[in-house]
């Protein structure tokens, strides 16, 4: 292991960015976030439409997503988890975290107005509408062994399998593969410890809208959540939309409701100039 030692000069210039940084936050007053986005879903002008894609239970999905593009993905006929994983186009060794997501904005609570961090400390996604607020982004998806202790004597497919061969397809390793960001599952931590499915299953016709903040390779399989107590192997087909997202305004929520958001744009920005 090779360690590098840091003059006094750079210690301390690195500790004053710091303490400046934690200055803004404590300074910063966070936004109100709005409530769930309202049902049935608007219809997305068929002009902005770049392509609509139907994943049947069980199976994957990978697309490129360009900055300034958004997808709604659309829990039709409900019932059903989409694990979503995310890369940087451009240099797909930075990927989505969904770790600093949460530990940056201080909540596991992802929904309309809160972003998704790369582990770079940009962001990826503006989550721009939201219907469910019901999303994991802490336990991770099914695996092979968790089906058939769940589902025993079925053939199923799994999460873990799927975003394998997302991967393999783009190119990718399964060492590649990220932490994974579970659409319509109500995870939370129980108050004696550990992970519970607390909360009613998603209505049919739930969505939630992510807004591309740099081009993306993204993925998504859709199968059911390792804790979804469906004791039935039945997940239900999703409808994922792209489409050409309306430019953001300078006071956009996503943009301004924390300070850590700010600090994520402002780190887009020194990539993209």
């Not at 904005?105 to 582990?119: C, E, M, N, P, Y």
């Not at 695996?143 to 394998?164: C, H, Q």
Request: some cysteine.
């Amino acid at each position: 292991m090779i360690h590098v030692r840091r003059s006094p000069e750079e210690i301390a210039a690195n500790r004053a960015r710091y303490e400046e940084h934690q200055k803004k936050g404590l300074e910063f007053a966070p936004k109100a976030l709005p409530g769930l986005s309202t049902l049935p879903a608007p219809a997305i002008d068929a002009a902005t439409v770049i392509h609509q894609e139907i994943i049947p239970g069980g199976w994957y999905w990978s697309t490129k997503l360009l900055r300034g593009e958004a997808v709604r993905i659309d829990q039709a006929e409900g019932n059903s988890t989409v694990a979503l994983i995310a890369w940087n186009a451009a240099d797909t060794s930075e990927r989505i975290n969904l770790v600093d997501t949460a530990k940056v904005q201080w909540t596991t609570a992802l929904g309309k107005g809160r972003v998704i961090f790369s582990d770079m400390g940009r962001v990826m996604f503006s989550m721009i509408e939201d219907s469910s607020g019901a999303h994991d982004c802490l336990m991770g998806g099914s695996t092979s062994a968790s089906n058939a202790a769940k589902y025993p004597g079925e053939k199923t497919r799994n999460t873990r399998d799927n975003l394998v061969l997302v991967a393999g397809k783009l190119g990718l390793d399964r060492r590649d593969i990220p932490g994974i960001l579970n659409l319509f599952a109500p995870v939370r931590l129980a108050k004696a410890g550990g992970f519970g499915w607390q909360g009613k299953r998603s209505n049919s016709g739930d969505y939630v809208e992510l807004r591309a903040e740099m081009d993306m390779l993204v993925g998504f399989s859709n199968c059911p959540h390792p804790l979804d107590p469906d004791p039935t192997y039945q997940p239900k087909p999703v409808v994922i939309a792209r489409y050409e997202a309306a430019v953001a305004a300078a006071d956009d929520l996503c943009r301004t409701a924390s300070a850590e958001a700010v600090r994520g744009f402002e780190n887009n920005a020194l990539m993209q100039a």
